[in-house]
């Protein structure tokens, strides 16, 4: 499936925000895999494409990073950290809640195509652990069982084109 015309459009101002037009490709990939879910090889083609760039160069940045996905992932992808700050603070009972609270495993999809759990070697956030990043993008930390089981209840409320709200304001500071 091709890129929305808002991706691509995104994915060209991410270019024109960078002074050297490769350096946008990372930004060019989350803005393709927050659009149509995952990266398969028409949205790594579509995107090398755009920034001009040979196409198994732009796989093998797909294949290296981990928080890029080859395949579809659920809309809400909960990465529990699991190094040692979240681990000694219950990183563990977390995991093994999400995955008794929502039927599924480590790098496993809900049935309903809404939540996959992963799980990440590390996050930063050791100051405030145990965390999880929200869809490579936000940050819940100081986790508890509570905490994990509220944030389930929100995003199952959210509206569907709420999934993607954070993006980043290409060509501000802010």
């Known amino acids: 499936m091709p890129l929305s ?3 691509r459009a995104e994915i060209q101002a991410a270019i024109a925000y960078y002074p050297q037009r490769r350096t946008a490709v990372l930004p ?7 659009d149509q879910g995952f990266l398969g090889p028409e949205q790594v083609n579509e995107v090398a494409e755009l920034m001009d760039l040979d196409p198994n160069a732009v796989h093998m940045l797909v294949t290296f990073y981990d928080m890029l996905y ?24 977390i995991i093994e809640h999400l995955q ?26 050791c100051g ?13 930390e100081n986790l508890s069982i509570e905490k ?9 409320a959210r509206p569907p084109e709420a999934a993607g709200e954070h993006r980043v304001p290409w060509g501000t500071n802010d």
Do not use: H
Request: net charge negative; charged share 25%; aromatic share 6%.
């Open 5 to 7: 015309e808002q991706a």
């Open 28 to 34: 060019a990939l989350r803005i393709a895999q927050r």
């Open 70 to 93: 080859r395949e579809p992932k659920g809309k809400y992808v909960l990465g529990v950290c699991k190094n040692i700050a979240c681990y000694l603070r219950g990183a563990d009972q």
């Open 100 to 125: 008794d609270k929502l039927g599924v495993g480590l790098n496993e999809t809900t049935p309903d195509g809404m939540f996959t759990i992963r799980a990440f070697e590390c996050l930063a956030s």
């Open 128 to 140: 405030t652990a145990p965390a999880l990043l929200l869809n490579n993008e936000e940050y819940v």
């Open 148 to 156: 994990v089981d509220a944030l389930l209840e929100a995003l199952k």
